[in-house]
């Protein structure tokens, strides 16, 4: 049972590259989110998705942009990478009932 | 806006100690509250969620109550030891067609043995 799967797990990049993180889940649940964690920020929440072929803004989703062609992936791209992203990436999903949300292990990303 | 907030920040009691985490939330509006341990490095592991129409949900040494009308849970462990030491964050999520989740900064357990 592999629940949540981040894509890749550690990351570095120069600044103005651009990448994909992909999370994938096999719980068949509707709803994915990506958060970002920093140091005394906690968790932010970057996109998030209620379905298949639909993204939502969350708090943070400047400099980032996602998809979700499929239900069982969410992929965040950056197209532009700045130090500024340099962060720790989490993937979630759940059910559309108000049930319990799983994370992924995270992406550390260093942009330089 | 759901704002979450965990005090105290960080916390340091001795082995076999019973200890409270506390969560507050300033909109009781809240379909449900959920309760995450983070181990450094790792993700985030599901402890406890606890329906807004429930008042306790228990798993183990861990106890966690929802009081909706005064915004505040609270994460009871019970008879501490060493290897739960790590993060302990606590998520709301809010109704009104809000599918996001909205989290406390966390608090940081070490338990010395």
């Known amino acids: 049972n592999a629940g949540v799967t981040q894509t890749p797990k550690f990351r570095v990049l120069k600044t103005g590259q651009s990448m994909t993180l992909l999370c994938a889940q096999d719980?068949?649940?509707?709803?994915m989110y990506w958060y970002r964690q920093d140091p005394g920020m906690g968790l932010r929440l970057i996109h998030y998705s209620v379905g298949e072929g639909t993204t939502a803004k969350g708090e943070v989703p400047d400099g980032y942009n996602v998809s979700r062609l499929k239900k069982q992936n969410f992929l965040l791209g950056l197209e532009s990478a700045a130090p500024s992203q340099t962060s720790v990436y989490f993937c979630?999903?759940?059910?559309?009932?108000?049930?319990?949300?799983?994370f992924g292990q995270g992406t550390r990303l260093t942009v330089v | 806006k759901q704002e979450v907030t965990q005090i105290p920040a960080a916390l340091s009691v001795p082995e076999g100690e019973n200890l409270v985490l506390n969560c507050s939330f300033t909109d009781s509006a809240i379909y449900n509250l959920q309760w995450f341990r983070q181990d450094p490095g790792k993700g985030l592991t599901s402890l406890l969620l606890?329906?807004?129409?429930?008042r306790e949900q228990t798993s183990g040494r861990l106890n966690a109550s929802l009081d909706k009308s005064s915004g505040r849970s609270t994460l009871y462990i019970a008879a501490s030891q060493p290897g739960d030491s790590a993060t302990y964050l606590c998520a709301a999520r809010p109704q009104g067609g809000s599918e996001k989740l909205v989290f406390g900064k966390g608090t940081k357990l070490t338990v010395n043995p």
């Open positions: 719980m068949n649940h509707e709803y």
């Open positions: 606890i329906q807004s129409s429930q």
């Open positions: 979630a999903s759940k059910h559309r009932v108000p049930t319990e949300a799983f």
